[in-house]
């Protein structure tokens, strides 16, 4: 059975952290890792990582996969309040249209 | 970018009726959706991937006759939770994959049976 674990499951930093979510897959025939941030509504879409080892980056947030270790991190940088939310890390096989998704990191960043 | 519009936002009902929630593609069209529940301070769980112009999939635990799946249209899937009990009342999600984008999520339906 496919699975998704992600750690930790809650955080609590100061504006200014720098954080490291992580997210462990084990599936079979895997086709895409994706980042998802979730505050009081559904879903919004971060990264989606295919290939080992090419970080993608936006603004403060970046994002690399190991497909050899079958993980990948989630960094955030001087994390702001509007960080605030849980982080969803989800896995999509070939040849299947569905996602697994992880428990989510609950990150609360103090002012 | 893609864009999935989910109806309605929030819905109270009354136990023993029916709620049908709508899910939509508004510029693309999407062959699969897919529907999630997910309780307070929990993931998303799968409950069904709505394939248009055939039978939903139900994920193994999920009462297919409970909650019903119409995917009419390559743009609109419909939940119906029939026979709604308190038990029921949970927040779910649609996502439609895209091949542009991936998976987008319609915005969300609370439900609350009362």
């Known amino acids: 059975e496919d699975k998704v674990v992600q750690s930790p499951l809650s955080l609590v930093v100061h504006e200014g952290d720098t954080v490291t979510l992580n997210c462990s897959y084990e599936?079979?025939?895997?086709?895409?890792l994706l980042w998802y941030k979730q505050e009081k509504k559904a879903p919004t879409f971060l990264f989606m990582l295919?290939?080992?080892?090419i970080e993608k980056k936006s603004g403060r947030l970046s994002s690399i996969l190991d497909k050899k270790e079958l993980f990948s991190i989630l960094n955030i940088t001087a994390t702001q309040t509007g960080d605030s939310a849980v982080y969803l890390c989800?896995?999509?096989?070939?040849?299947?249209?569905?996602?697994?998704f992880g428990a989510g990191t609950i990150l609360r960043v103090k002012s | 970018g893609a864009v999935v519009s989910q109806h309605p936002s929030r819905v109270i009902c009354k136990s023993g009726t029916s709620v049908k929630i709508e899910c939509r593609s508004l510029?693309?069209?999407?062959?699969?959706m897919f529907w999630y529940r997910q309780f307070p301070k929990q993931s998303l769980m799968l409950m069904a991937t709505?394939?248009?112009?055939?039978?939903?999939?139900?994920e193994q635990g999920v009462e297919k006759d409970k909650f019903l799946i119409n995917h009419a249209s390559l743009t609109l899937s419909t939940l119906t939770v029939t026979s709604a009990h308190p038990e029921d009342s949970s927040f779910y999600i649609c996502?439609?994959?895209?091949?542009?984008?991936?998976?987008?999520f319609g915005s969300g339906t609370r439900l609350t049976v009362v």
């Open positions: 599936v079979t025939n895997f086709r895409s």
């Open positions: 295919t290939s080992s080892g």
């Open positions: 709505s394939n248009e112009g055939s039978k939903a999939t139900y």
């Open positions: 510029d693309f069209q999407a062959t699969t």
């Open positions: 996502s439609a994959r895209d091949n542009r984008v991936g998976y987008t």
């Open positions: 989800a896995v999509g096989s070939i040849g299947g249209n569905k996602l697994v």
